[in-house]
């Protein structure tokens, strides 16, 4: 229902008049625009063609001709629509598209290191999400800006208490300037596990953001998240809902908008995602601020106290306030998540939870994160068969249509979150089992998000041969600079319709009658083109996670063979042990092999070398 997909209250925003664009179909040929792979299984999507189809390089000489897959109904669509697999061309270049002498595309590329660059823009992102800081021209270039919504003192409103807190720092939401700690919980943890996951390759990428001291650049801009996170903390362990005004500002750049901020709500949701992600966090960061790493820690279990003893307390608007409500009626799956991760970063079973079923993350439902816990540094094989039968139904509708796993319900509020977030949920069934077939299917995802989908277009902004230029994100609106700021993912088709209206700054009816055209690329559509750190955070993980695999990496506790790459020449064999505690495994990353056991290495010798 919308209280658990959609990103806000519906609330008017003030929004310049519509040009209305088409969603009209642009191509016959359906393709990730970005590249593909040389040695990754390659799909595209035709509409309308029966017969051979000819790929052509940059000489003219056809190098394949591939013969479509059956004309099947992609529902979401309602199009007829056929899937071309070109795998057995590995060559990197650019290719052309071809059906009885017609060249339906001309872009169609094949490249390694792939996504590096769509990790790093995705990354890059939260950096020009920052508050309280300006944005030097040395890392923001031409979307340098001004300071906006300062460190400093702000009142508690009536719905929090009374008094006052210190705070600043963290992220920006998405298209507005509020900051949420429900929606920064599934977001952090997400670019948290993303690290945890890929410490080697993670600790040398770098994309052009101020250093915190010795920090890798992921951590260093997640710490800027996690110390405004810890500011939101009450005395007592309970954690404040949101910074926020009353209501959503203008068009206006983070130094122009000068409504007064308030510390809104406090609640178990709030609370609880906040435990979740500290105690990621320190583990984390153990290894590199262990005073960091254990203030964490000791946040975390503070919050989780006042959870157990507060399991209840729902949060919804107080009366005026219009801003993002992030509003949720169920909270068991927020303890979930939060005890799951308390159990792993400190083994005591008292937090030890019963993961009996879960759903693919989204801010209102996070029982998938603690299914993602439970089943990869827990013991609990009832997860783990909970992440399978879900990925073997993805897989199965990969197969046809646009290769996507998106089904017609999938198309809410966030829809790209939703198809990123099966991505990470199928990588997930790839690590514990290590069949390609979920590989192959994440990658999909990746496909669909950056051209392969019904609209043709890349849905990241300064990516792909047609991308979104006007999205619902108001420095991007206010900052005089053509070009959006790059690397965001925008939410994508849905039916919703809830920016639509006669108002000025609402939208004309843009609804196609199916949902995956339903979409507007217009700052006025806060319901299809509005940007958000929820929605980047999954593409973030899911491009790097796959660009991490590809070099040879793979998360310590994966079955043997994930990795892909250079480490794919050597495959050692890797017992699972029926405990994590004390599990010997054999590991083989960058070309060097070693034994693993709680989280240690050591050579072959028995020296630890980590």
């Known amino acids: 229902m919308f209280s658990k997909f959609g990103l806000k209250q519906f609330a008017p925003l003030a929004i310049s008049a519509l040009t209305l664009a088409s969603t009209a179909f642009g191509a016959n040929a359906y393709i990730n625009q970005i590249g593909y792979r040389s040695n990754d299984a390659k799909e595209f999507t035709v509409q309308d063609v029966s017969g051979p189809v000819e790929i052509v ?11 479509p897959s059956a004309s099947a109904l992609w529902v979401p669509s309602s199009q007829n629509v056929s899937l071309v697999d070109f795998s057995d061309l590995k060559t990197p270049g650019v290719y052309s598209i071809r059906v009885g002498g017609q060249v339906l595309r001309n872009d169609l590329k094949i490249a390694d290191n792939t996504f590096e660059d769509v990790t790093k823009a995705a990354l890059k992102w939260f950096y020009y999400q920052r508050a309280s800081m300006a944005l030097e021209q040395t890392y923001a270039g031409q979307w340098a800006r001004a300071a906006g919504h300062n460190a400093g003192t702000y009142q508690l409103h009536n719905s929090a208490g009374s008094g006052s807190i210190s705070s600043g720092k963290g992220w920006y939401d998405a298209g507005d300037y509020g900051r949420y700690i429900v929606n920064s919980g599934i977001t952090t943890y997400t670019l948290l596990s993303l690290f945890e996951h890929y410490p080697d390759y993670f600790r040398t990428l770098k994309w052009n953001i101020p250093a915190e001291g010795t920090l890798p650049d992921l951590l260093a801009e997640i710490k800027y998240n996690l110390d405004w996170m810890l ?27 000068k409504l007064t901020l308030y510390v809104i709500g406090k609640g178990t949701a709030a609370t609880f995602d906040f435990a979740g992600v500290m105690a990621t966090a320190s583990r984390v960061y153990k290894a590199y601020d262990a005073t960091f790493a254990a203030q964490c820690l000791e946040a975390a279990k503070k919050a989780y106290a006042w959870g157990a003893q507060n399991p209840n307390v729902t949060y919804s608007n107080p009366q005026g306030v219009s801003t993002g409500e992030y509003g949720d009626q169920w909270l068991d799956d927020e303890k979930l998540f939060a005890g799951t991760e308390l159990f792993i970063a400190t083994g005591d079973a008292s ?60 198309f809410v509020w966030g829809s790209n979150a939703v198809a990123a977030n099966q991505g990470i949920w199928l990588l997930h069934a790839y690590y514990l089992t290590g069949e390609d077939k979920y590989y192959k299917a994440a990658r999909k995802v990746l496909d669909y998000l950056l051209g392969k989908n019904p609209l043709d277009m890349s849905f990241m902004t300064g990516f792909g041969t047609k991308s979104p230029k006007k999205p619902h994100h108001r420095p991007s609106t206010a900052d005089k600079v053509t070009d959006p700021v790059p690397g965001m993912l925008v939410g994508g088709p849905q039916p919703g319709g809830e920016d639509i209206g006669s108002e000025s700054w609402e939208c004309k009816d843009y609804r196609t009658g199916v949902p995956a055209t339903s979409y507007i690329d217009h700052n006025c559509s806060y319901a299809s083109n509005e940007v958000a750190i929820n929605w980047n955070a999954p593409l973030a993980y899911l491009a790097g996670a796959i660009e991490a695999l590809n070099a040879g990496h793979a998360p310590s506790f994966a079955v043997g063979g994930v990795a892909k790459g250079e480490a794919t020449s050597i495959k050692p064999s890797v017992t699972k042990h029926s405990s994590s505690e004390g599990a010997l495994r054999m590991r083989f990353v960058d070309q060097q092999v070693f034994i693993e056991r709680n989280g240690k290495r050591f050579d072959l010798k028995g020296m630890q070398i980590k």
């Not at 390089?57 to 013969?67: E, K, L, P, Y």
């Not at 007592?236 to 926020?244: P, Y």
């Not at 993602?372 to 199965?396: C, H, M, Q, R, W």
């Open 57 to 67: 390089d940059a000489a003219g000489s056809v190098v394949m001709t591939a013969t």
């Open 231 to 257: 500011t939101m903390q009450d005395t007592d362990g309970g954690v404040f809902h949101k910074l926020t005004s009353l209501g959503f500002p203008g068009d206006d750049m983070p130094a122009a908008d």
């Open 351 to 410: 937090y030890k939870q019963n993961v009996s079923k879960a759903n693919v993350p989204n801010w209102g439902d996070v029982s998938g994160l603690a299914a993602y816990g439970a089943a990869t540094y827990g013991t609990d094989d009832g997860s783990k068969n909970i992440l399978i039968k879900t990925a073997d139904e993805f897989v199965k509708r990969s197969e046809t249509g646009f290769g996507v796993v998106m089904a017609k319900d999938d």
